[in-house]
C-alpha cells in the first residue's frame, strides 16, 4: 500500500480528538469532523474543542503543544469532501448503529478507491456496519478499537471484516504497531471483541461481590488495584474515571447481545449501577459518582451504596493485607492473598476463580489462542497478567483443583487439557541460547511454540536462555547478541547506588573487551526515579561527610565513564527517568528513548542540586545558563520525549521508539550503527562559564521568583547554589574551566545542602510520602 500522508478521523468526542491528536503525535496530518452544533456561530465549533480537550486534558492527548497545528477541524456538512484526500478514514462517533451506517453512506462515493475506512465500534458488529456497501469498500472495511486515552493505553484490537483484503489488514497492524505504538491484538467479530467482553465481566464480578458480601467501595477499591496487580484507578474509581454511564450501557449492551451465554446474567447491570445513572451520578464528569470531591480541601467521600449517602472515605487496613504488600513477587503475593481465609482471601478467590473459568470458556469464541487474550487485558486494561498468566501463577493445577472441589464445572478444554498432564498454559521452550516460549492450544489440545515478534526484545527471557554475564542484587549484564551487551536496572524503582554504579564500571570494562557496545536499559515500572535517597539521609544525618563525597564522585566519575568509553555506550530511558537516571541519559552517546519519556533534573524537591554532572553536560549542550538553571532550578520534567528534545534534555539527534516494546531491540540496532566509526573522546577543558555576572543575573532571578512567592527561602538558596555552579564558582569574567572543575562545583553545592535541616526535611517527607516538601 502506498504511504500513510493524511487521515481523517470522523467524530470529535472524547475518543475521536485523541485518536486524531495520537496520529499528530506519530507526524500524520489528521481532518477532524463533528457536527455542526446548533445555535453556535462557529459551525466547526464541536470539532475545535475536541482539540482544545485533547490539549487541556490532564494527561495531555499531544506530545507537544505544537502537534496541535497537524489536526485541521471542520464539520460533516462543509468539510466531507475533504475525506478525498485522506489515505486512512476512521469513525469514531457514538455507539449508534444507524447513525454510523448513515454517515458511511455519505463517505463511501467521496473516499479515494484505496482509503482504508476502518470503525472505532467497541462492540457493534462490523458486520451490520458494512452491510450493503460495495465489494471495494468491504475490502478496505476493518475495526480499529482503540482504548481511552488512545496515547497511553497499549492495546489497539484490529478486527476484520468477512470480506477485509490480508494487505490492508497487515498494513494497518504494522503502521499501529510501528508509528502509533500500539500492541496489536487481532480480534474475532463477536460483541465487545476481546477486552470489553472479559473486562466487563471483571468489573462485573466485582460488583456482584460487593454488593452480595456487603463490601464497602473504598474497601474492594483497596484491594483490587496495585495489590493484584491492577492500576491504581483499582475499580469504582476507575469507574469514575471512565463514566458510570458508559458501564452501564456496555454492560446492558452485552447482556442483550448474548443471549447464549451462560455467564450472561453476570453482565445485566446491577440496582446501584442503574441508580447512580438515573441520578447522572455519572463519576468525574457530573463531579460525583462511586466518590466525589467535598470541601475547599476536595476532600474524597466515598458513596454508601445501601443508603446513597457519601461519607469521607475511610482509610482501609486488612492484616492479610499488609503482609502480602511484603512479598514482592506478583505471583507469590496472588497466592498468599488468595489461600487467605478471612474477607479478603474470600473477595479475592472468588473473582480469580470466576474470571479464569470465564476466560477459558471463551476459547475459542473471542479468540482461538489464549495469547490474545491475556495480551488484550494487559494491553487494554493495563493488568500486569492476563487471566491465563493469573492462573499459572496462582498454579495451575492447585487452581483448577479447587475450583472442581467447590462445584465450578471446568471447561471441557481444560479438562482435557490436565488430563494430558500439561502443568501450566505457559512454558519456556528455549533452544540453543535463543528464548522461545510454548502456550498451551486449547482447541489443538497440545503445547505450540509462540511465533517470534522480530524487533521485541524481552531481557527476562534472553536472561532464562542464556543467563547472564554478570549480575548482582541490583544489576545485571546481559549478552542481547550480535555484539551488543546490556546493562539492566533491577532495584526497586531502579534507584541508583552502589550495585549499579559497580556494574557500570563492569559493562564498559566488559564492553571494551568482549562486545561491540554498550546499551543502558530495563524494563522495570520506569527507567530509574534516581539516586538512593536513603543512603544519602543517612550519611547527611550521621555526619559521615567523607563516605557521602566519596560515594557522589564515584557516580560522578561513572558517568563520565559512560561519556568517554572506549566503545559506544546507549541509553534507553523511558518512564519516569528523573535525577540520577537523567544524568546518566545526558552522559550516554546517544539515546533511545520510548515516546512515553518523563525526564528531568527534580533533585530541588528533595533539597539539593544535580551531583552526578547534570549542571555541568546541561551547560556543555545548551551554552545558556539562563535555560539551565531554570530546568534544574524549576525541576522541569518532560511530558514526552519530543518535548524533551524541545527542552534541550535529548539532543535532536536521540531517536524516539513509539511503541516502548520495541525500545530494547531500537537501541541496540542504535548503539551498534554507531560501533563501526565510534571515537572516543576526552573530557573538555574548554568549557566556557560566565563568572561574576552570570551569577549576579541568575541570582536576581531567583531573588525575583521569591520576591513573587513562587518559590521559598530554602529554594532560593538551592538556587543560588546551581547559580555558583553554572557560573563556575563566580570567576572573573568569562573563562573557560574543565568538566572536572563543574564536577567538583557540584558536589561541593550537594554536601553542602545536604547539611541543611530543610534539606534533610524534604528528604524525609519524600521518602515518608513520595510527595515534594516545599519548605
Known amino acids: ?235 469504582y474509581r476507575l469507574l469514575d474515571i471512565v463514566g458510570v454511564d458508559v458501564m452501564y450501557y456496555v454492560n446492558r449492551n452485552l447482556y442483550d447481545a448474548v443471549p447464549h451465554d451462560p455467564w450472561r446474567e453476570r453482565f445485566q447491570p446491577s440496582e446501584v449501577l442503574t441508580k447512580l445513572v438515573e441520578n447522572k451520578w455519572l463519576g468525574d464528569k457530573t463531579g460525583q459518582g462511586f466518590f466525589k470531591r467535598v470541601g475547599p480541601k476536595r476532600d474524597i467521600h466515598a458513596i454508601d451504596w445501601k443508603t446513597f449517602e457519601y461519607h469521607p472515605a475511610r482509610k482501609v487496613s486488612f492484616p492479610s493485607v499488609e503482609q502480602a504488600r511484603q512479598i514482592e513477587d506478583l505471583g507469590a503475593r496472588l497466592r498468599a492473598l488468595a489461600a487467605g481465609k478471612d474477607r479478603v482471601g474470600e473477595f479475592l478467590w472468588k473473582l480469580f476463580r470466576d474470571y479464569a473459568a470465564y476466560s477459558a470458556s471463551m476459547v475459542p469464541e473471542i479468540s482461538d489462542r489464549i495469547i490474545e487474550i491475556d495480551r488484550a487485558m494487559r494491553w487494554g486494561y493495563a493488568h500486569k497478567l492476563g487471566p491465563f498468566e493469573l492462573w499459572d501463577a496462582l498454579g495451575f493445577e492447585a487452581t483448577s483443583a479447587r475450583m472442581e472441589a467447590e462445584g465450578l464445572a471446568l471447561p471441557e478444554s481444560v479438562v482435557s487439557m490436565r488430563r494430558k498432564g500439561a502443568a501450566s498454559f505457559y512454558r519456556a521452550a528455549d533452544t540453543g541460547g535463543a528464548p522461545h516460549t510454548a502456550y498451551f492450544d486449547l482447541g489443538g489440545g497440545a503445547y505450540r511454540t509462540l511465533e517470534e515478534r522480530p524487533g521485541i526484545t524481552v531481557i527476562a527471557d534472553v536472561k532464562r536462555a542464556r543467563g547472564v554475564v554478570k549480575s548482582n542484587a541490583g544489576a545485571s549484564l546481559v549478552d542481547l547478541g550480535d555484539g551488543a551487551l546490556c546493562l539492566e536496572f533491577h532495584s526497586k524503582m531502579n534507584i541508583l547506588g552502589e550495585d549499579q554504579i559497580g556494574m557500570i564500571y563492569a559493562g564498559i570494562e566488559e564492553t571494551a573487551k568482549n562486545f561491540e557496545a554498550m546499551v543502558i536499559a530495563n524494563q522495570g515500572q520506569d527507567f530509574s526515579a534516581g539516586a538512593n535517597l536513603v543512603l544519602v539521609l543517612l550519611a547527611a544525618q550521621d555526619g559521615e561527610w567523607d563516605e557521602l563525597n566519596a560515594a557522589i564522585h564515584r557516580f560522578q566519575q561513572a558517568n563520565m565513564a559512560i561519556k568517554y568509553a572506549p566503545k559506544p555506550v546507549v541509553s534507553a530511558p523511558f518512564g519516569r527517568t528523573l535525577g540520577g537516571g537523567c544524568e546518566i541519559t545526558l552522559h550516554s552517546a546517544r539515546c533511545q528513548a520510548s515516546a512515553e519519556l518523563y525526564l528531568g533534573l527534580v533533585e530541588v524537591g528533595v533539597g539539593v542540586i544535580p551531583g552526578g554532572g547534570g549542571c555541568k553536560e546541561l551547560l556543555l549542550r545548551l551554552k545558556n545558563p539562563q535555560k539551565v538553571f531554570e530546568l534544574a532550578g524549576l525541576a522541569k520534567v518532560s511530558t514526552s520525549a519530543e518535548d524533551a528534545k524541545n527542552l534541550g534534555l535529548l539532543n535532536k539527534a536521540d531517536l524516539v521508539s513509539m511503541n516502548q516494546e520495541r525500545l530494547i531491540a531500537d537501541a541496540k540496532a542504535l548503539a551498534l550503527s554507531l560501533a563501526p566509526n565510534y571515537a572516543p573522546g576526552v573530557p573538555r577543558q574548554d568549557v566556557k562559564v560566565g563568572g561574576e555576572s552570570v551569577y549576579a543575573a541568575l541570582k536576581l532571578y531567583a531573588w525575583s521568583m521569591r520576591q513573587g512567592n513562587f518559590i521559598s527561602d530554602h529554594d532560593q538558596l538551592i538556587g543560588e547554589k546551581i547559580a555558583h555552579v553554572l557560573s563556575g564558582g563566580r570567576l572573573t569574567g568569562e573563562q573557560a574551566v574543565g568538566e572536572q572543575y563543574l564536577l567538583d562545583l557540584e558536589r561541593e553545592a550537594f554536601l553542602s545542602l545536604c547539611g541543611t535541616q530543610k534539606t534533610q526535611e524534604r528528604m524525609q517527607y519524600m521518602l515518608k510520602t513520595g510527595k515534594p516538601l516545599r519548605n
Open 1 to 235: 500500500m502506498k504511504p500513510l500522508r493524511r487521515v481523517a478521523v470522523l467524530g470529535a468526542g472524547t475518543m475521536g480528538s485523541r485518536i486524531a491528536a495520537h496520529f499528530a503525535n506519530a507526524g500524520i496530518p489528521a481532518l477532524l469532523l463533528d457536527i455542526v452544533p446548533p445555535d453556535l456561530p462557529d459551525r466547526s465549533a464541536a470539532a475545535k474543542r475536541g482539540v482544545d480537550a485533547a490539549l487541556k486534558q490532564k494527561p495531555g492527548g499531544f506530545f507537544t503543544d505544537s502537534a496541535v497545528s497537524l489536526v485541521t477541524p471542520g464539520n460533516f456538512e462543509d468539510h466531507l469532501d475533504k475525506v478525498r484526500d485522506c489515505d486512512w478514514i476512521l469513525e469514531a462517533v457514538v455507539e449508534n448503529l444507524e447513525l454510523k451506517r448513515d454517515l458511511w453512506k455519505k463517505v463511501e462515493p467521496l473516499r479515494s478507491p484505496d482509503a482504508i475506512v476502518s470503525t472505532n465500534t467497541s462492540g457493534i458488529p462490523l458486520a451490520r456496519i458494512s452491510e450493503g456497501f460495495s465489494l471495494d469498500f468491504r475490502k478496505h472495511f476493518l475495526g480499529t478499537h482503540f482504548f481511552n486515552p488512545p496515547r497511553y493505553l497499549h492495546l489497539m484490537e484490529l478486527i476484520p471484516g468477512a470480506e477485509t483484503e490480508r494487505g490492508v489488514l497487515e498494513f494497518a497492524a504494522e503502521f499501529c504497531d510501528r508509528r502509533l505504538g500500539k500492541g496489536v491484538v487481532r480480534c474475532k467479530d463477536t460483541p465487545n471483541f476481546i477486552a470489553n467482553r472479559l473486562g466487563s465481566f471483571f468489573g462485573c464480578t466485582i460488583g456482584k461481590f460487593t454488593f452480595e458480601d456487603d463490601w464497602a467501595i473504598e474497601e474492594v477499591d483497596a484491594i483490587t488495584g496495585p495489590l493484584i496487580g491492577l492500576p491504581n484507578s483499582a475499580s
